[in-house]
């Protein structure tokens, strides 16, 4: 619920267990009041009502100045801490004063309120056009809140898109410029947070390739620290979403959590501000570096949102939150949706680039008989590409490798009951292609410079609406003559030379070209399914699973270290759209040997998939892999559609034991991995979540067999009784049924 008092001119936005308040003060300026949970007991009637209260940013010492919580930091009034705009004016609007001189250009804003609106159908910047449908289609209240600086005539609405529910809100600017002048940005944040003093424990995950999602916790110190990604993608190194509370006070099922996420897929940054106050400022938006946003004269520009909420149940519960969020608001829904992600069966570690007709139909009809749904194709299928070195950009059927043409292969793939995709890489180019030879200028650089490839390639200029316009008719094409249901597309290289037509709006002009091919992809092929990949976990954030529907996480399928990737990735995203393979026994990357349930056990805490060499494995191994497929089926709709409760966390014994559990508590999912364990020490038993407690509940094995028979109330006060046999490597999965 959105309140305003036109009394004293105080916002208050209600959601169900939590608040946000700011008020305009006597010189029209929005000052923030509070943001926190509710008292239980609160009505839509409680609200803050505006009264002044003791301000130590008024105190007049010279040297405390500049704390004053503004909604909307601005560079002028604030130089010694970080704003949320920084706006340059090639000039005044009216004469100088006798004796001014002109200073330009002018790097001074000043924002002061204008009114506001309550609206419906308020959408953020680079919001999915491909207009498939969310599963939560009820209208969401949007308050925006226009600012106008006296000056200049330039305009700023602040929106706020409340998810009750979820104590969730969507945070945006509207930038127009409604002068006779260009105006240029320099600094663009979606929005600027205050948190109460003293909320400086951050959890957030870092990494690089085949090591995302490492999750950490720090104490943040005085001054500002950045979670950034300067790339054309989100990022390996750090992923932009964050958890924050006052340390010691939250742990995973206990205590107040802060907690956001960008829904933006290019260069960003998070700045994290301790003022020496210890009052908490959080800045989120486009990466500054390198960074250029002009608006012309009635030009408008409107961000991506930041997505922001409070949590009373600790991380576990902002994890939660975050989740819902994600599968109702976010994550697109085609119209013949399967409901659940398919297993799905990837070529790639099976035969690389030595790709034939023969060996692609031998694994498709071994991938059918052992229940997989979805067969894709890896790289090499196109174009002269027979190793990494060639055919990226010619996105047309090898008749090397398909002398028959792939129409062979995709209808045998359906005959056997399941979908077809493919591997696809449109952003790049070898300069080792037909593309490239005929346009070399289609490529990010520098004239006069070296052109440096990595991995032997190079990146197309999306800057140009011509690359844009080409790559989508190929890749529409496929869809369309090979009945396409699924494209991993991956990106695999960062920046260098970062030159295009469209100068330093690149890093955003690349990500909207990204979105408009997938939006008109999945808006001509509505039952398409797209798979983010970048090298792995590069390219994972709420703007890419608005139009994507799961994500490669890693290319590192070792078990142990998928453990811990996916235990980082579950603090911000859902299971339905972690893509979790199953690789060959001996890993390719980290050449470490696992067990085959271990294996099985890991990856079914997310979208199942296979990626082993089917050609190497007995009838007996096949039949086991069978059995494990047809085991997760059975569990399917609990990991895809429960409750997340991480019951034991690799930090305490590097022991994972997660619980999905359906939101009436009828049926649940446990999941227990040890990665390394002492002889001696005796792991407490992991206390379940979310059960009733006067049902009974039968506790079924992979082979359908009763292991354990519980009440709710047993199961969630003494847990599942340990299997005496702790050794690292050890895992169980195991599923729980309410039978009374």
Not at 130 to 139: I, K, N, Q, T, Y
Not at 341 to 361: D, G, I, K, M
Request: with cysteine; hydrophobic share 40%; aromatic share 12%.
């Amino acid at each position: 619920m959105i309140h305003f008092n036109s009394e004293t001119r105080t916002f208050n936005l209600l959601l169900r267990s939590s608040y946000y308040a700011f008020q305009v003060d006597a010189d029209g300026r929005l000052i923030h009041l509070g943001w926190g949970p509710r008292p239980q007991d609160a009505s839509g009637e409680d609200q803050i009502s505006g009264k002044p209260v003791f301000e130590p940013y008024n105190i007049p010492w010279s040297f405390i100045t500049q704390f004053r919580p503004d909604e909307v930091l601005t560079f002028g009034e604030i130089t010694s801490f970080y704003p949320t705009l920084k706006v340059s004016f090639p000039g005044l609007p009216v004469p100088l004063k006798e004796g001014e001189s002109p200073h330009l250009p002018l790097r001074d804003l000043r924002l002061r309120y204008a009114g506001y609106e309550i609206v419906t159908g308020a959408k953020p910047g680079l919001a999915p056009a491909h207009g498939l449908p969310v599963r939560e289609l009820s209208p969401r209240e949007t308050l925006r809140v226009r600012l106008q600086d006296p000056l200049q005539s330039l305009y700023v609405t602040l929106c706020y898109r409340l998810d009750p529910e979820h104590d969730i809100i969507e945070r945006w600017c509207e930038l127009e410029n409604a002068g006779q002048q260009p105006v240029s940005f320099d600094i663009c944040c979606f929005a600027s947070l205050h948190l109460p003093n003293g909320t400086n424990e951050l959890t957030s995950v870092s990494g690089t390739w085949a090591r995302e999602f490492t999750p950490q916790r720090q104490r943040l110190s005085q001054g500002v620290q950045m979670m950034e990604s300067r790339n054309l993608q989100t990022g390996h190194n750090s992923n932009p979403f964050f958890m924050l509370n006052r340390p010691g006070q939250a742990w995973e099922e206990s205590g107040v959590v802060y907690f956001g996420a960008l829904a933006y897929s290019g260069a960003w940054q998070i700045a994290l501000e301790q003022l020496p106050t210890l009052d908490i400022r959080l800045h989120a938006g486009y990466h500054p570096f390198d960074f250029q946003l002009d608006l012309a004269p009635g030009e408008r520009h409107v961000t991506p949102a930041l997505v922001i909420g409070v949590s009373l149940q600790g991380w576990g519960g902002a994890s939660r939150r975050l989740h819902d969020f994600v599968r109702r608001h976010v994550l697109p829904c085609p119209p013949q949706d399967a409901q659940w992600r398919p297993v799905l069966y990837n070529s790639w570690e099976a035969t690389y680039f030595n790709l034939s007709f023969e060996n692609q139909v031998e694994l498709a009809r071994k991938a059918a008989s052992i229940g997989v749904e979805l067969f894709c194709v890896d790289d090499g299928w196109f174009g002269a590409r027979r190793s990494d070195t060639a055919g990226l950009g010619d996105w047309v059927v090898s008749p090397d490798v398909f002398p028959g043409g792939l129409e062979l292969l995709v209808d045998e793939v359906h005959r056997l009951g399941m979908q077809f995709g493919l591997w696809v890489e449109p952003e790049m180019v070898n300069p080792d292609s037909d593309l490239y030879r005929l346009h070399p200028d289609w490529v990010l650089h520098f004239p006069g410079r070296p052109r440096t490839t990595a991995r032997n390639q190079l990146i197309l200029d999306f800057g140009r609406t011509e690359v844009v316009e080409h790559i989508f008719s190929l890749l529409d094409a496929l869809v369309e003559r090979y009945s396409i249901a699924f494209f991993k597309w991956d990106m695999n290289r960062l920046a260098t030379e970062p030159g295009s037509v469209a100068g330093k709006a690149i890093w955003r002009r690349h990500v909207e070209g990204v979105y408009r091919i997938m939006d008109r992809l999945r808006q001509q092929h509505p039952g398409l399914d797209i798979q983010t990949c970048s090298g792995g976990g590069g390219r994972i954030d709420l703007g890419m699973f608005g139009r994507t529907d799961q994500a490669w996480v890693s290319d590192n399928t070792d078990a142990f270290d998928r453990v811990r990737i996916q235990e980082g990735f579950s603090l911000a995203y859902p299971a339905c759209c972690m893509e979790a393979w199953v690789t060959h026994e001996k890993n390719h990357i980290t050449q470490r040997v696992t067990p085959l349930n271990l294996r099985f056990d890991v990856a079914m805490r997310g979208a199942l998939g296979i990626g082993s060499s089917l050609n190497e494995l007995s009838q007996a191994e096949l039949a086991e892999y069978a059995s494990f497929i047809q085991f997760y089926k059975m569990i399917r709709p609990v990991v895809q559609a429960g409750e997340l409760y991480r019951l034991e966390r690799l930090e305490e014994f590097d022991a994972s034991v997660i619980e999905y559990v359906l939101p009436d508590g009828s049926e649940a999912v446990y999941s227990e991995v040890l990665r390394d364990h002492q002889v001696g020490v005796f792991r407490p038993a992991a206390l379940l979540k979310g059960l009733q407690s006067r049902l009974v509940y039968m506790v079924l094995d992979r082979s359908n067999t009763e292991v354990y028979r519980a009440t709710g109330y047993e199961l969630m006060v003494q847990g599942i009784p340990p299997a005496m046999l702790d050794y690292p490597g050890y895992s169980r999965t195991l599923y729980l049924r309410a039978v009374q």
